[in-house]
């Protein structure tokens, strides 16, 4: 199976701050990277898909980048609506896997 | 306007069979690959496996030998049973709708989730 890891595990950030979120794939899988926002007793909501692509009525705050292992979620202009916690995901294998989520919360 | 929802018992004892369903409604239930996906308390995600309409199925390896997913495609309905329940399979459990074609492992929707524990 393909390793999703993220960094930081957590990040306090305060609102109009611009917050960047690193996923890293334990092999090359081109752009096949999605992001999601979880928020307390929710279900997950997709933020972004093929790495860069924003998922419809998601805000253009949000931006994705990266190819191959190393990819970034930003938000560049926190709003208090996004403080959540934030999961990557690899889409290009048969049996997809998460990265273990990033926490973000108010500084 | 997809909306998923689910439903199945919440509480069972170790060695039980948990049993979930999943409705959709609202768009084609043909096009999309369905989805079970669970998270234990406080932790992270973890995909179960998938079928497509016409019953195809893929499964994570780890429950492979336990999970089986089937589905009604005249109540567009999809569901979920997995054996010899214990307590490190205590979790909330989704279900989602994977895209189309190459874009079947992004979900876009989402049941509401079940909470499932596993106490004797």
């Known amino acids: 199976d393909i390793q999703m890891t993220q960094s930081p595990s957590s990040v306090s950030a305060s609102v109009g701050d611009r917050v960047n979120i690193t996923c890293r794939a334990s092999?090359?899988?081109?752009?096949?990277l999605a992001w999601y926002q979880q928020k307390p007793g929710k279900a997950p909501k997709l933020l972004i898909y093929?790495?860069?692509t924003l998922q419809s009525g998601v805000p253009s705050r949000f931006s994705g980048s990266g190819s191959g292992t190393d990819f970034t979620l930003t938000i560049s202009s926190l709003q208090p609506e996004d403080f959540a916690t934030y999961y990557c995901?690899?889409?290009?294998?048969?049996?997809?896997?998460f990265g273990p989520g990033t926490k973000v919360d108010i500084k | 306007q997809v909306q998923l929802q689910q439903w199945g018992a919440g509480l069972l004892k170790p060695s039980e069979t948990l049993s979930l369903t999943c409705a959709v409604y609202?768009?084609?239930?043909?096009?999309?690959?369905w989805t079970w996906i669970r998270q234990p308390p406080g932790k992270g995600l973890q995909w179960i496996g998938e079928i497509s309409h016409s019953g195809s199925t893929n499964y994570d390896s780890s429950l492979k030998s336990r999970a089986t997913i089937s589905v009604d495609t005249s109540k567009n309905h999809f569901s979920l049973k997995l054996s010899s329940m214990t307590a490190a399979d205590a979790a909330v459990y989704y279900c989602?709708?994977?895209?189309?074609?190459?874009?079947?492992?992004?979900?876009?929707?989402w049941g509401q989730g079940t909470l499932v524990t596993v106490s004797s």
């Open positions: 989602a709708r994977g895209g189309s074609g190459y874009y079947r492992y992004y979900f876009d929707n």
């Open positions: 995901q690899q889409a290009n294998s048969f049996s997809p896997t």
């Open positions: 609202g768009g084609s239930f043909t096009d999309y690959f």
């Open positions: 093929a790495a860069s």
């Open positions: 092999q090359g899988i081109s752009t096949w």
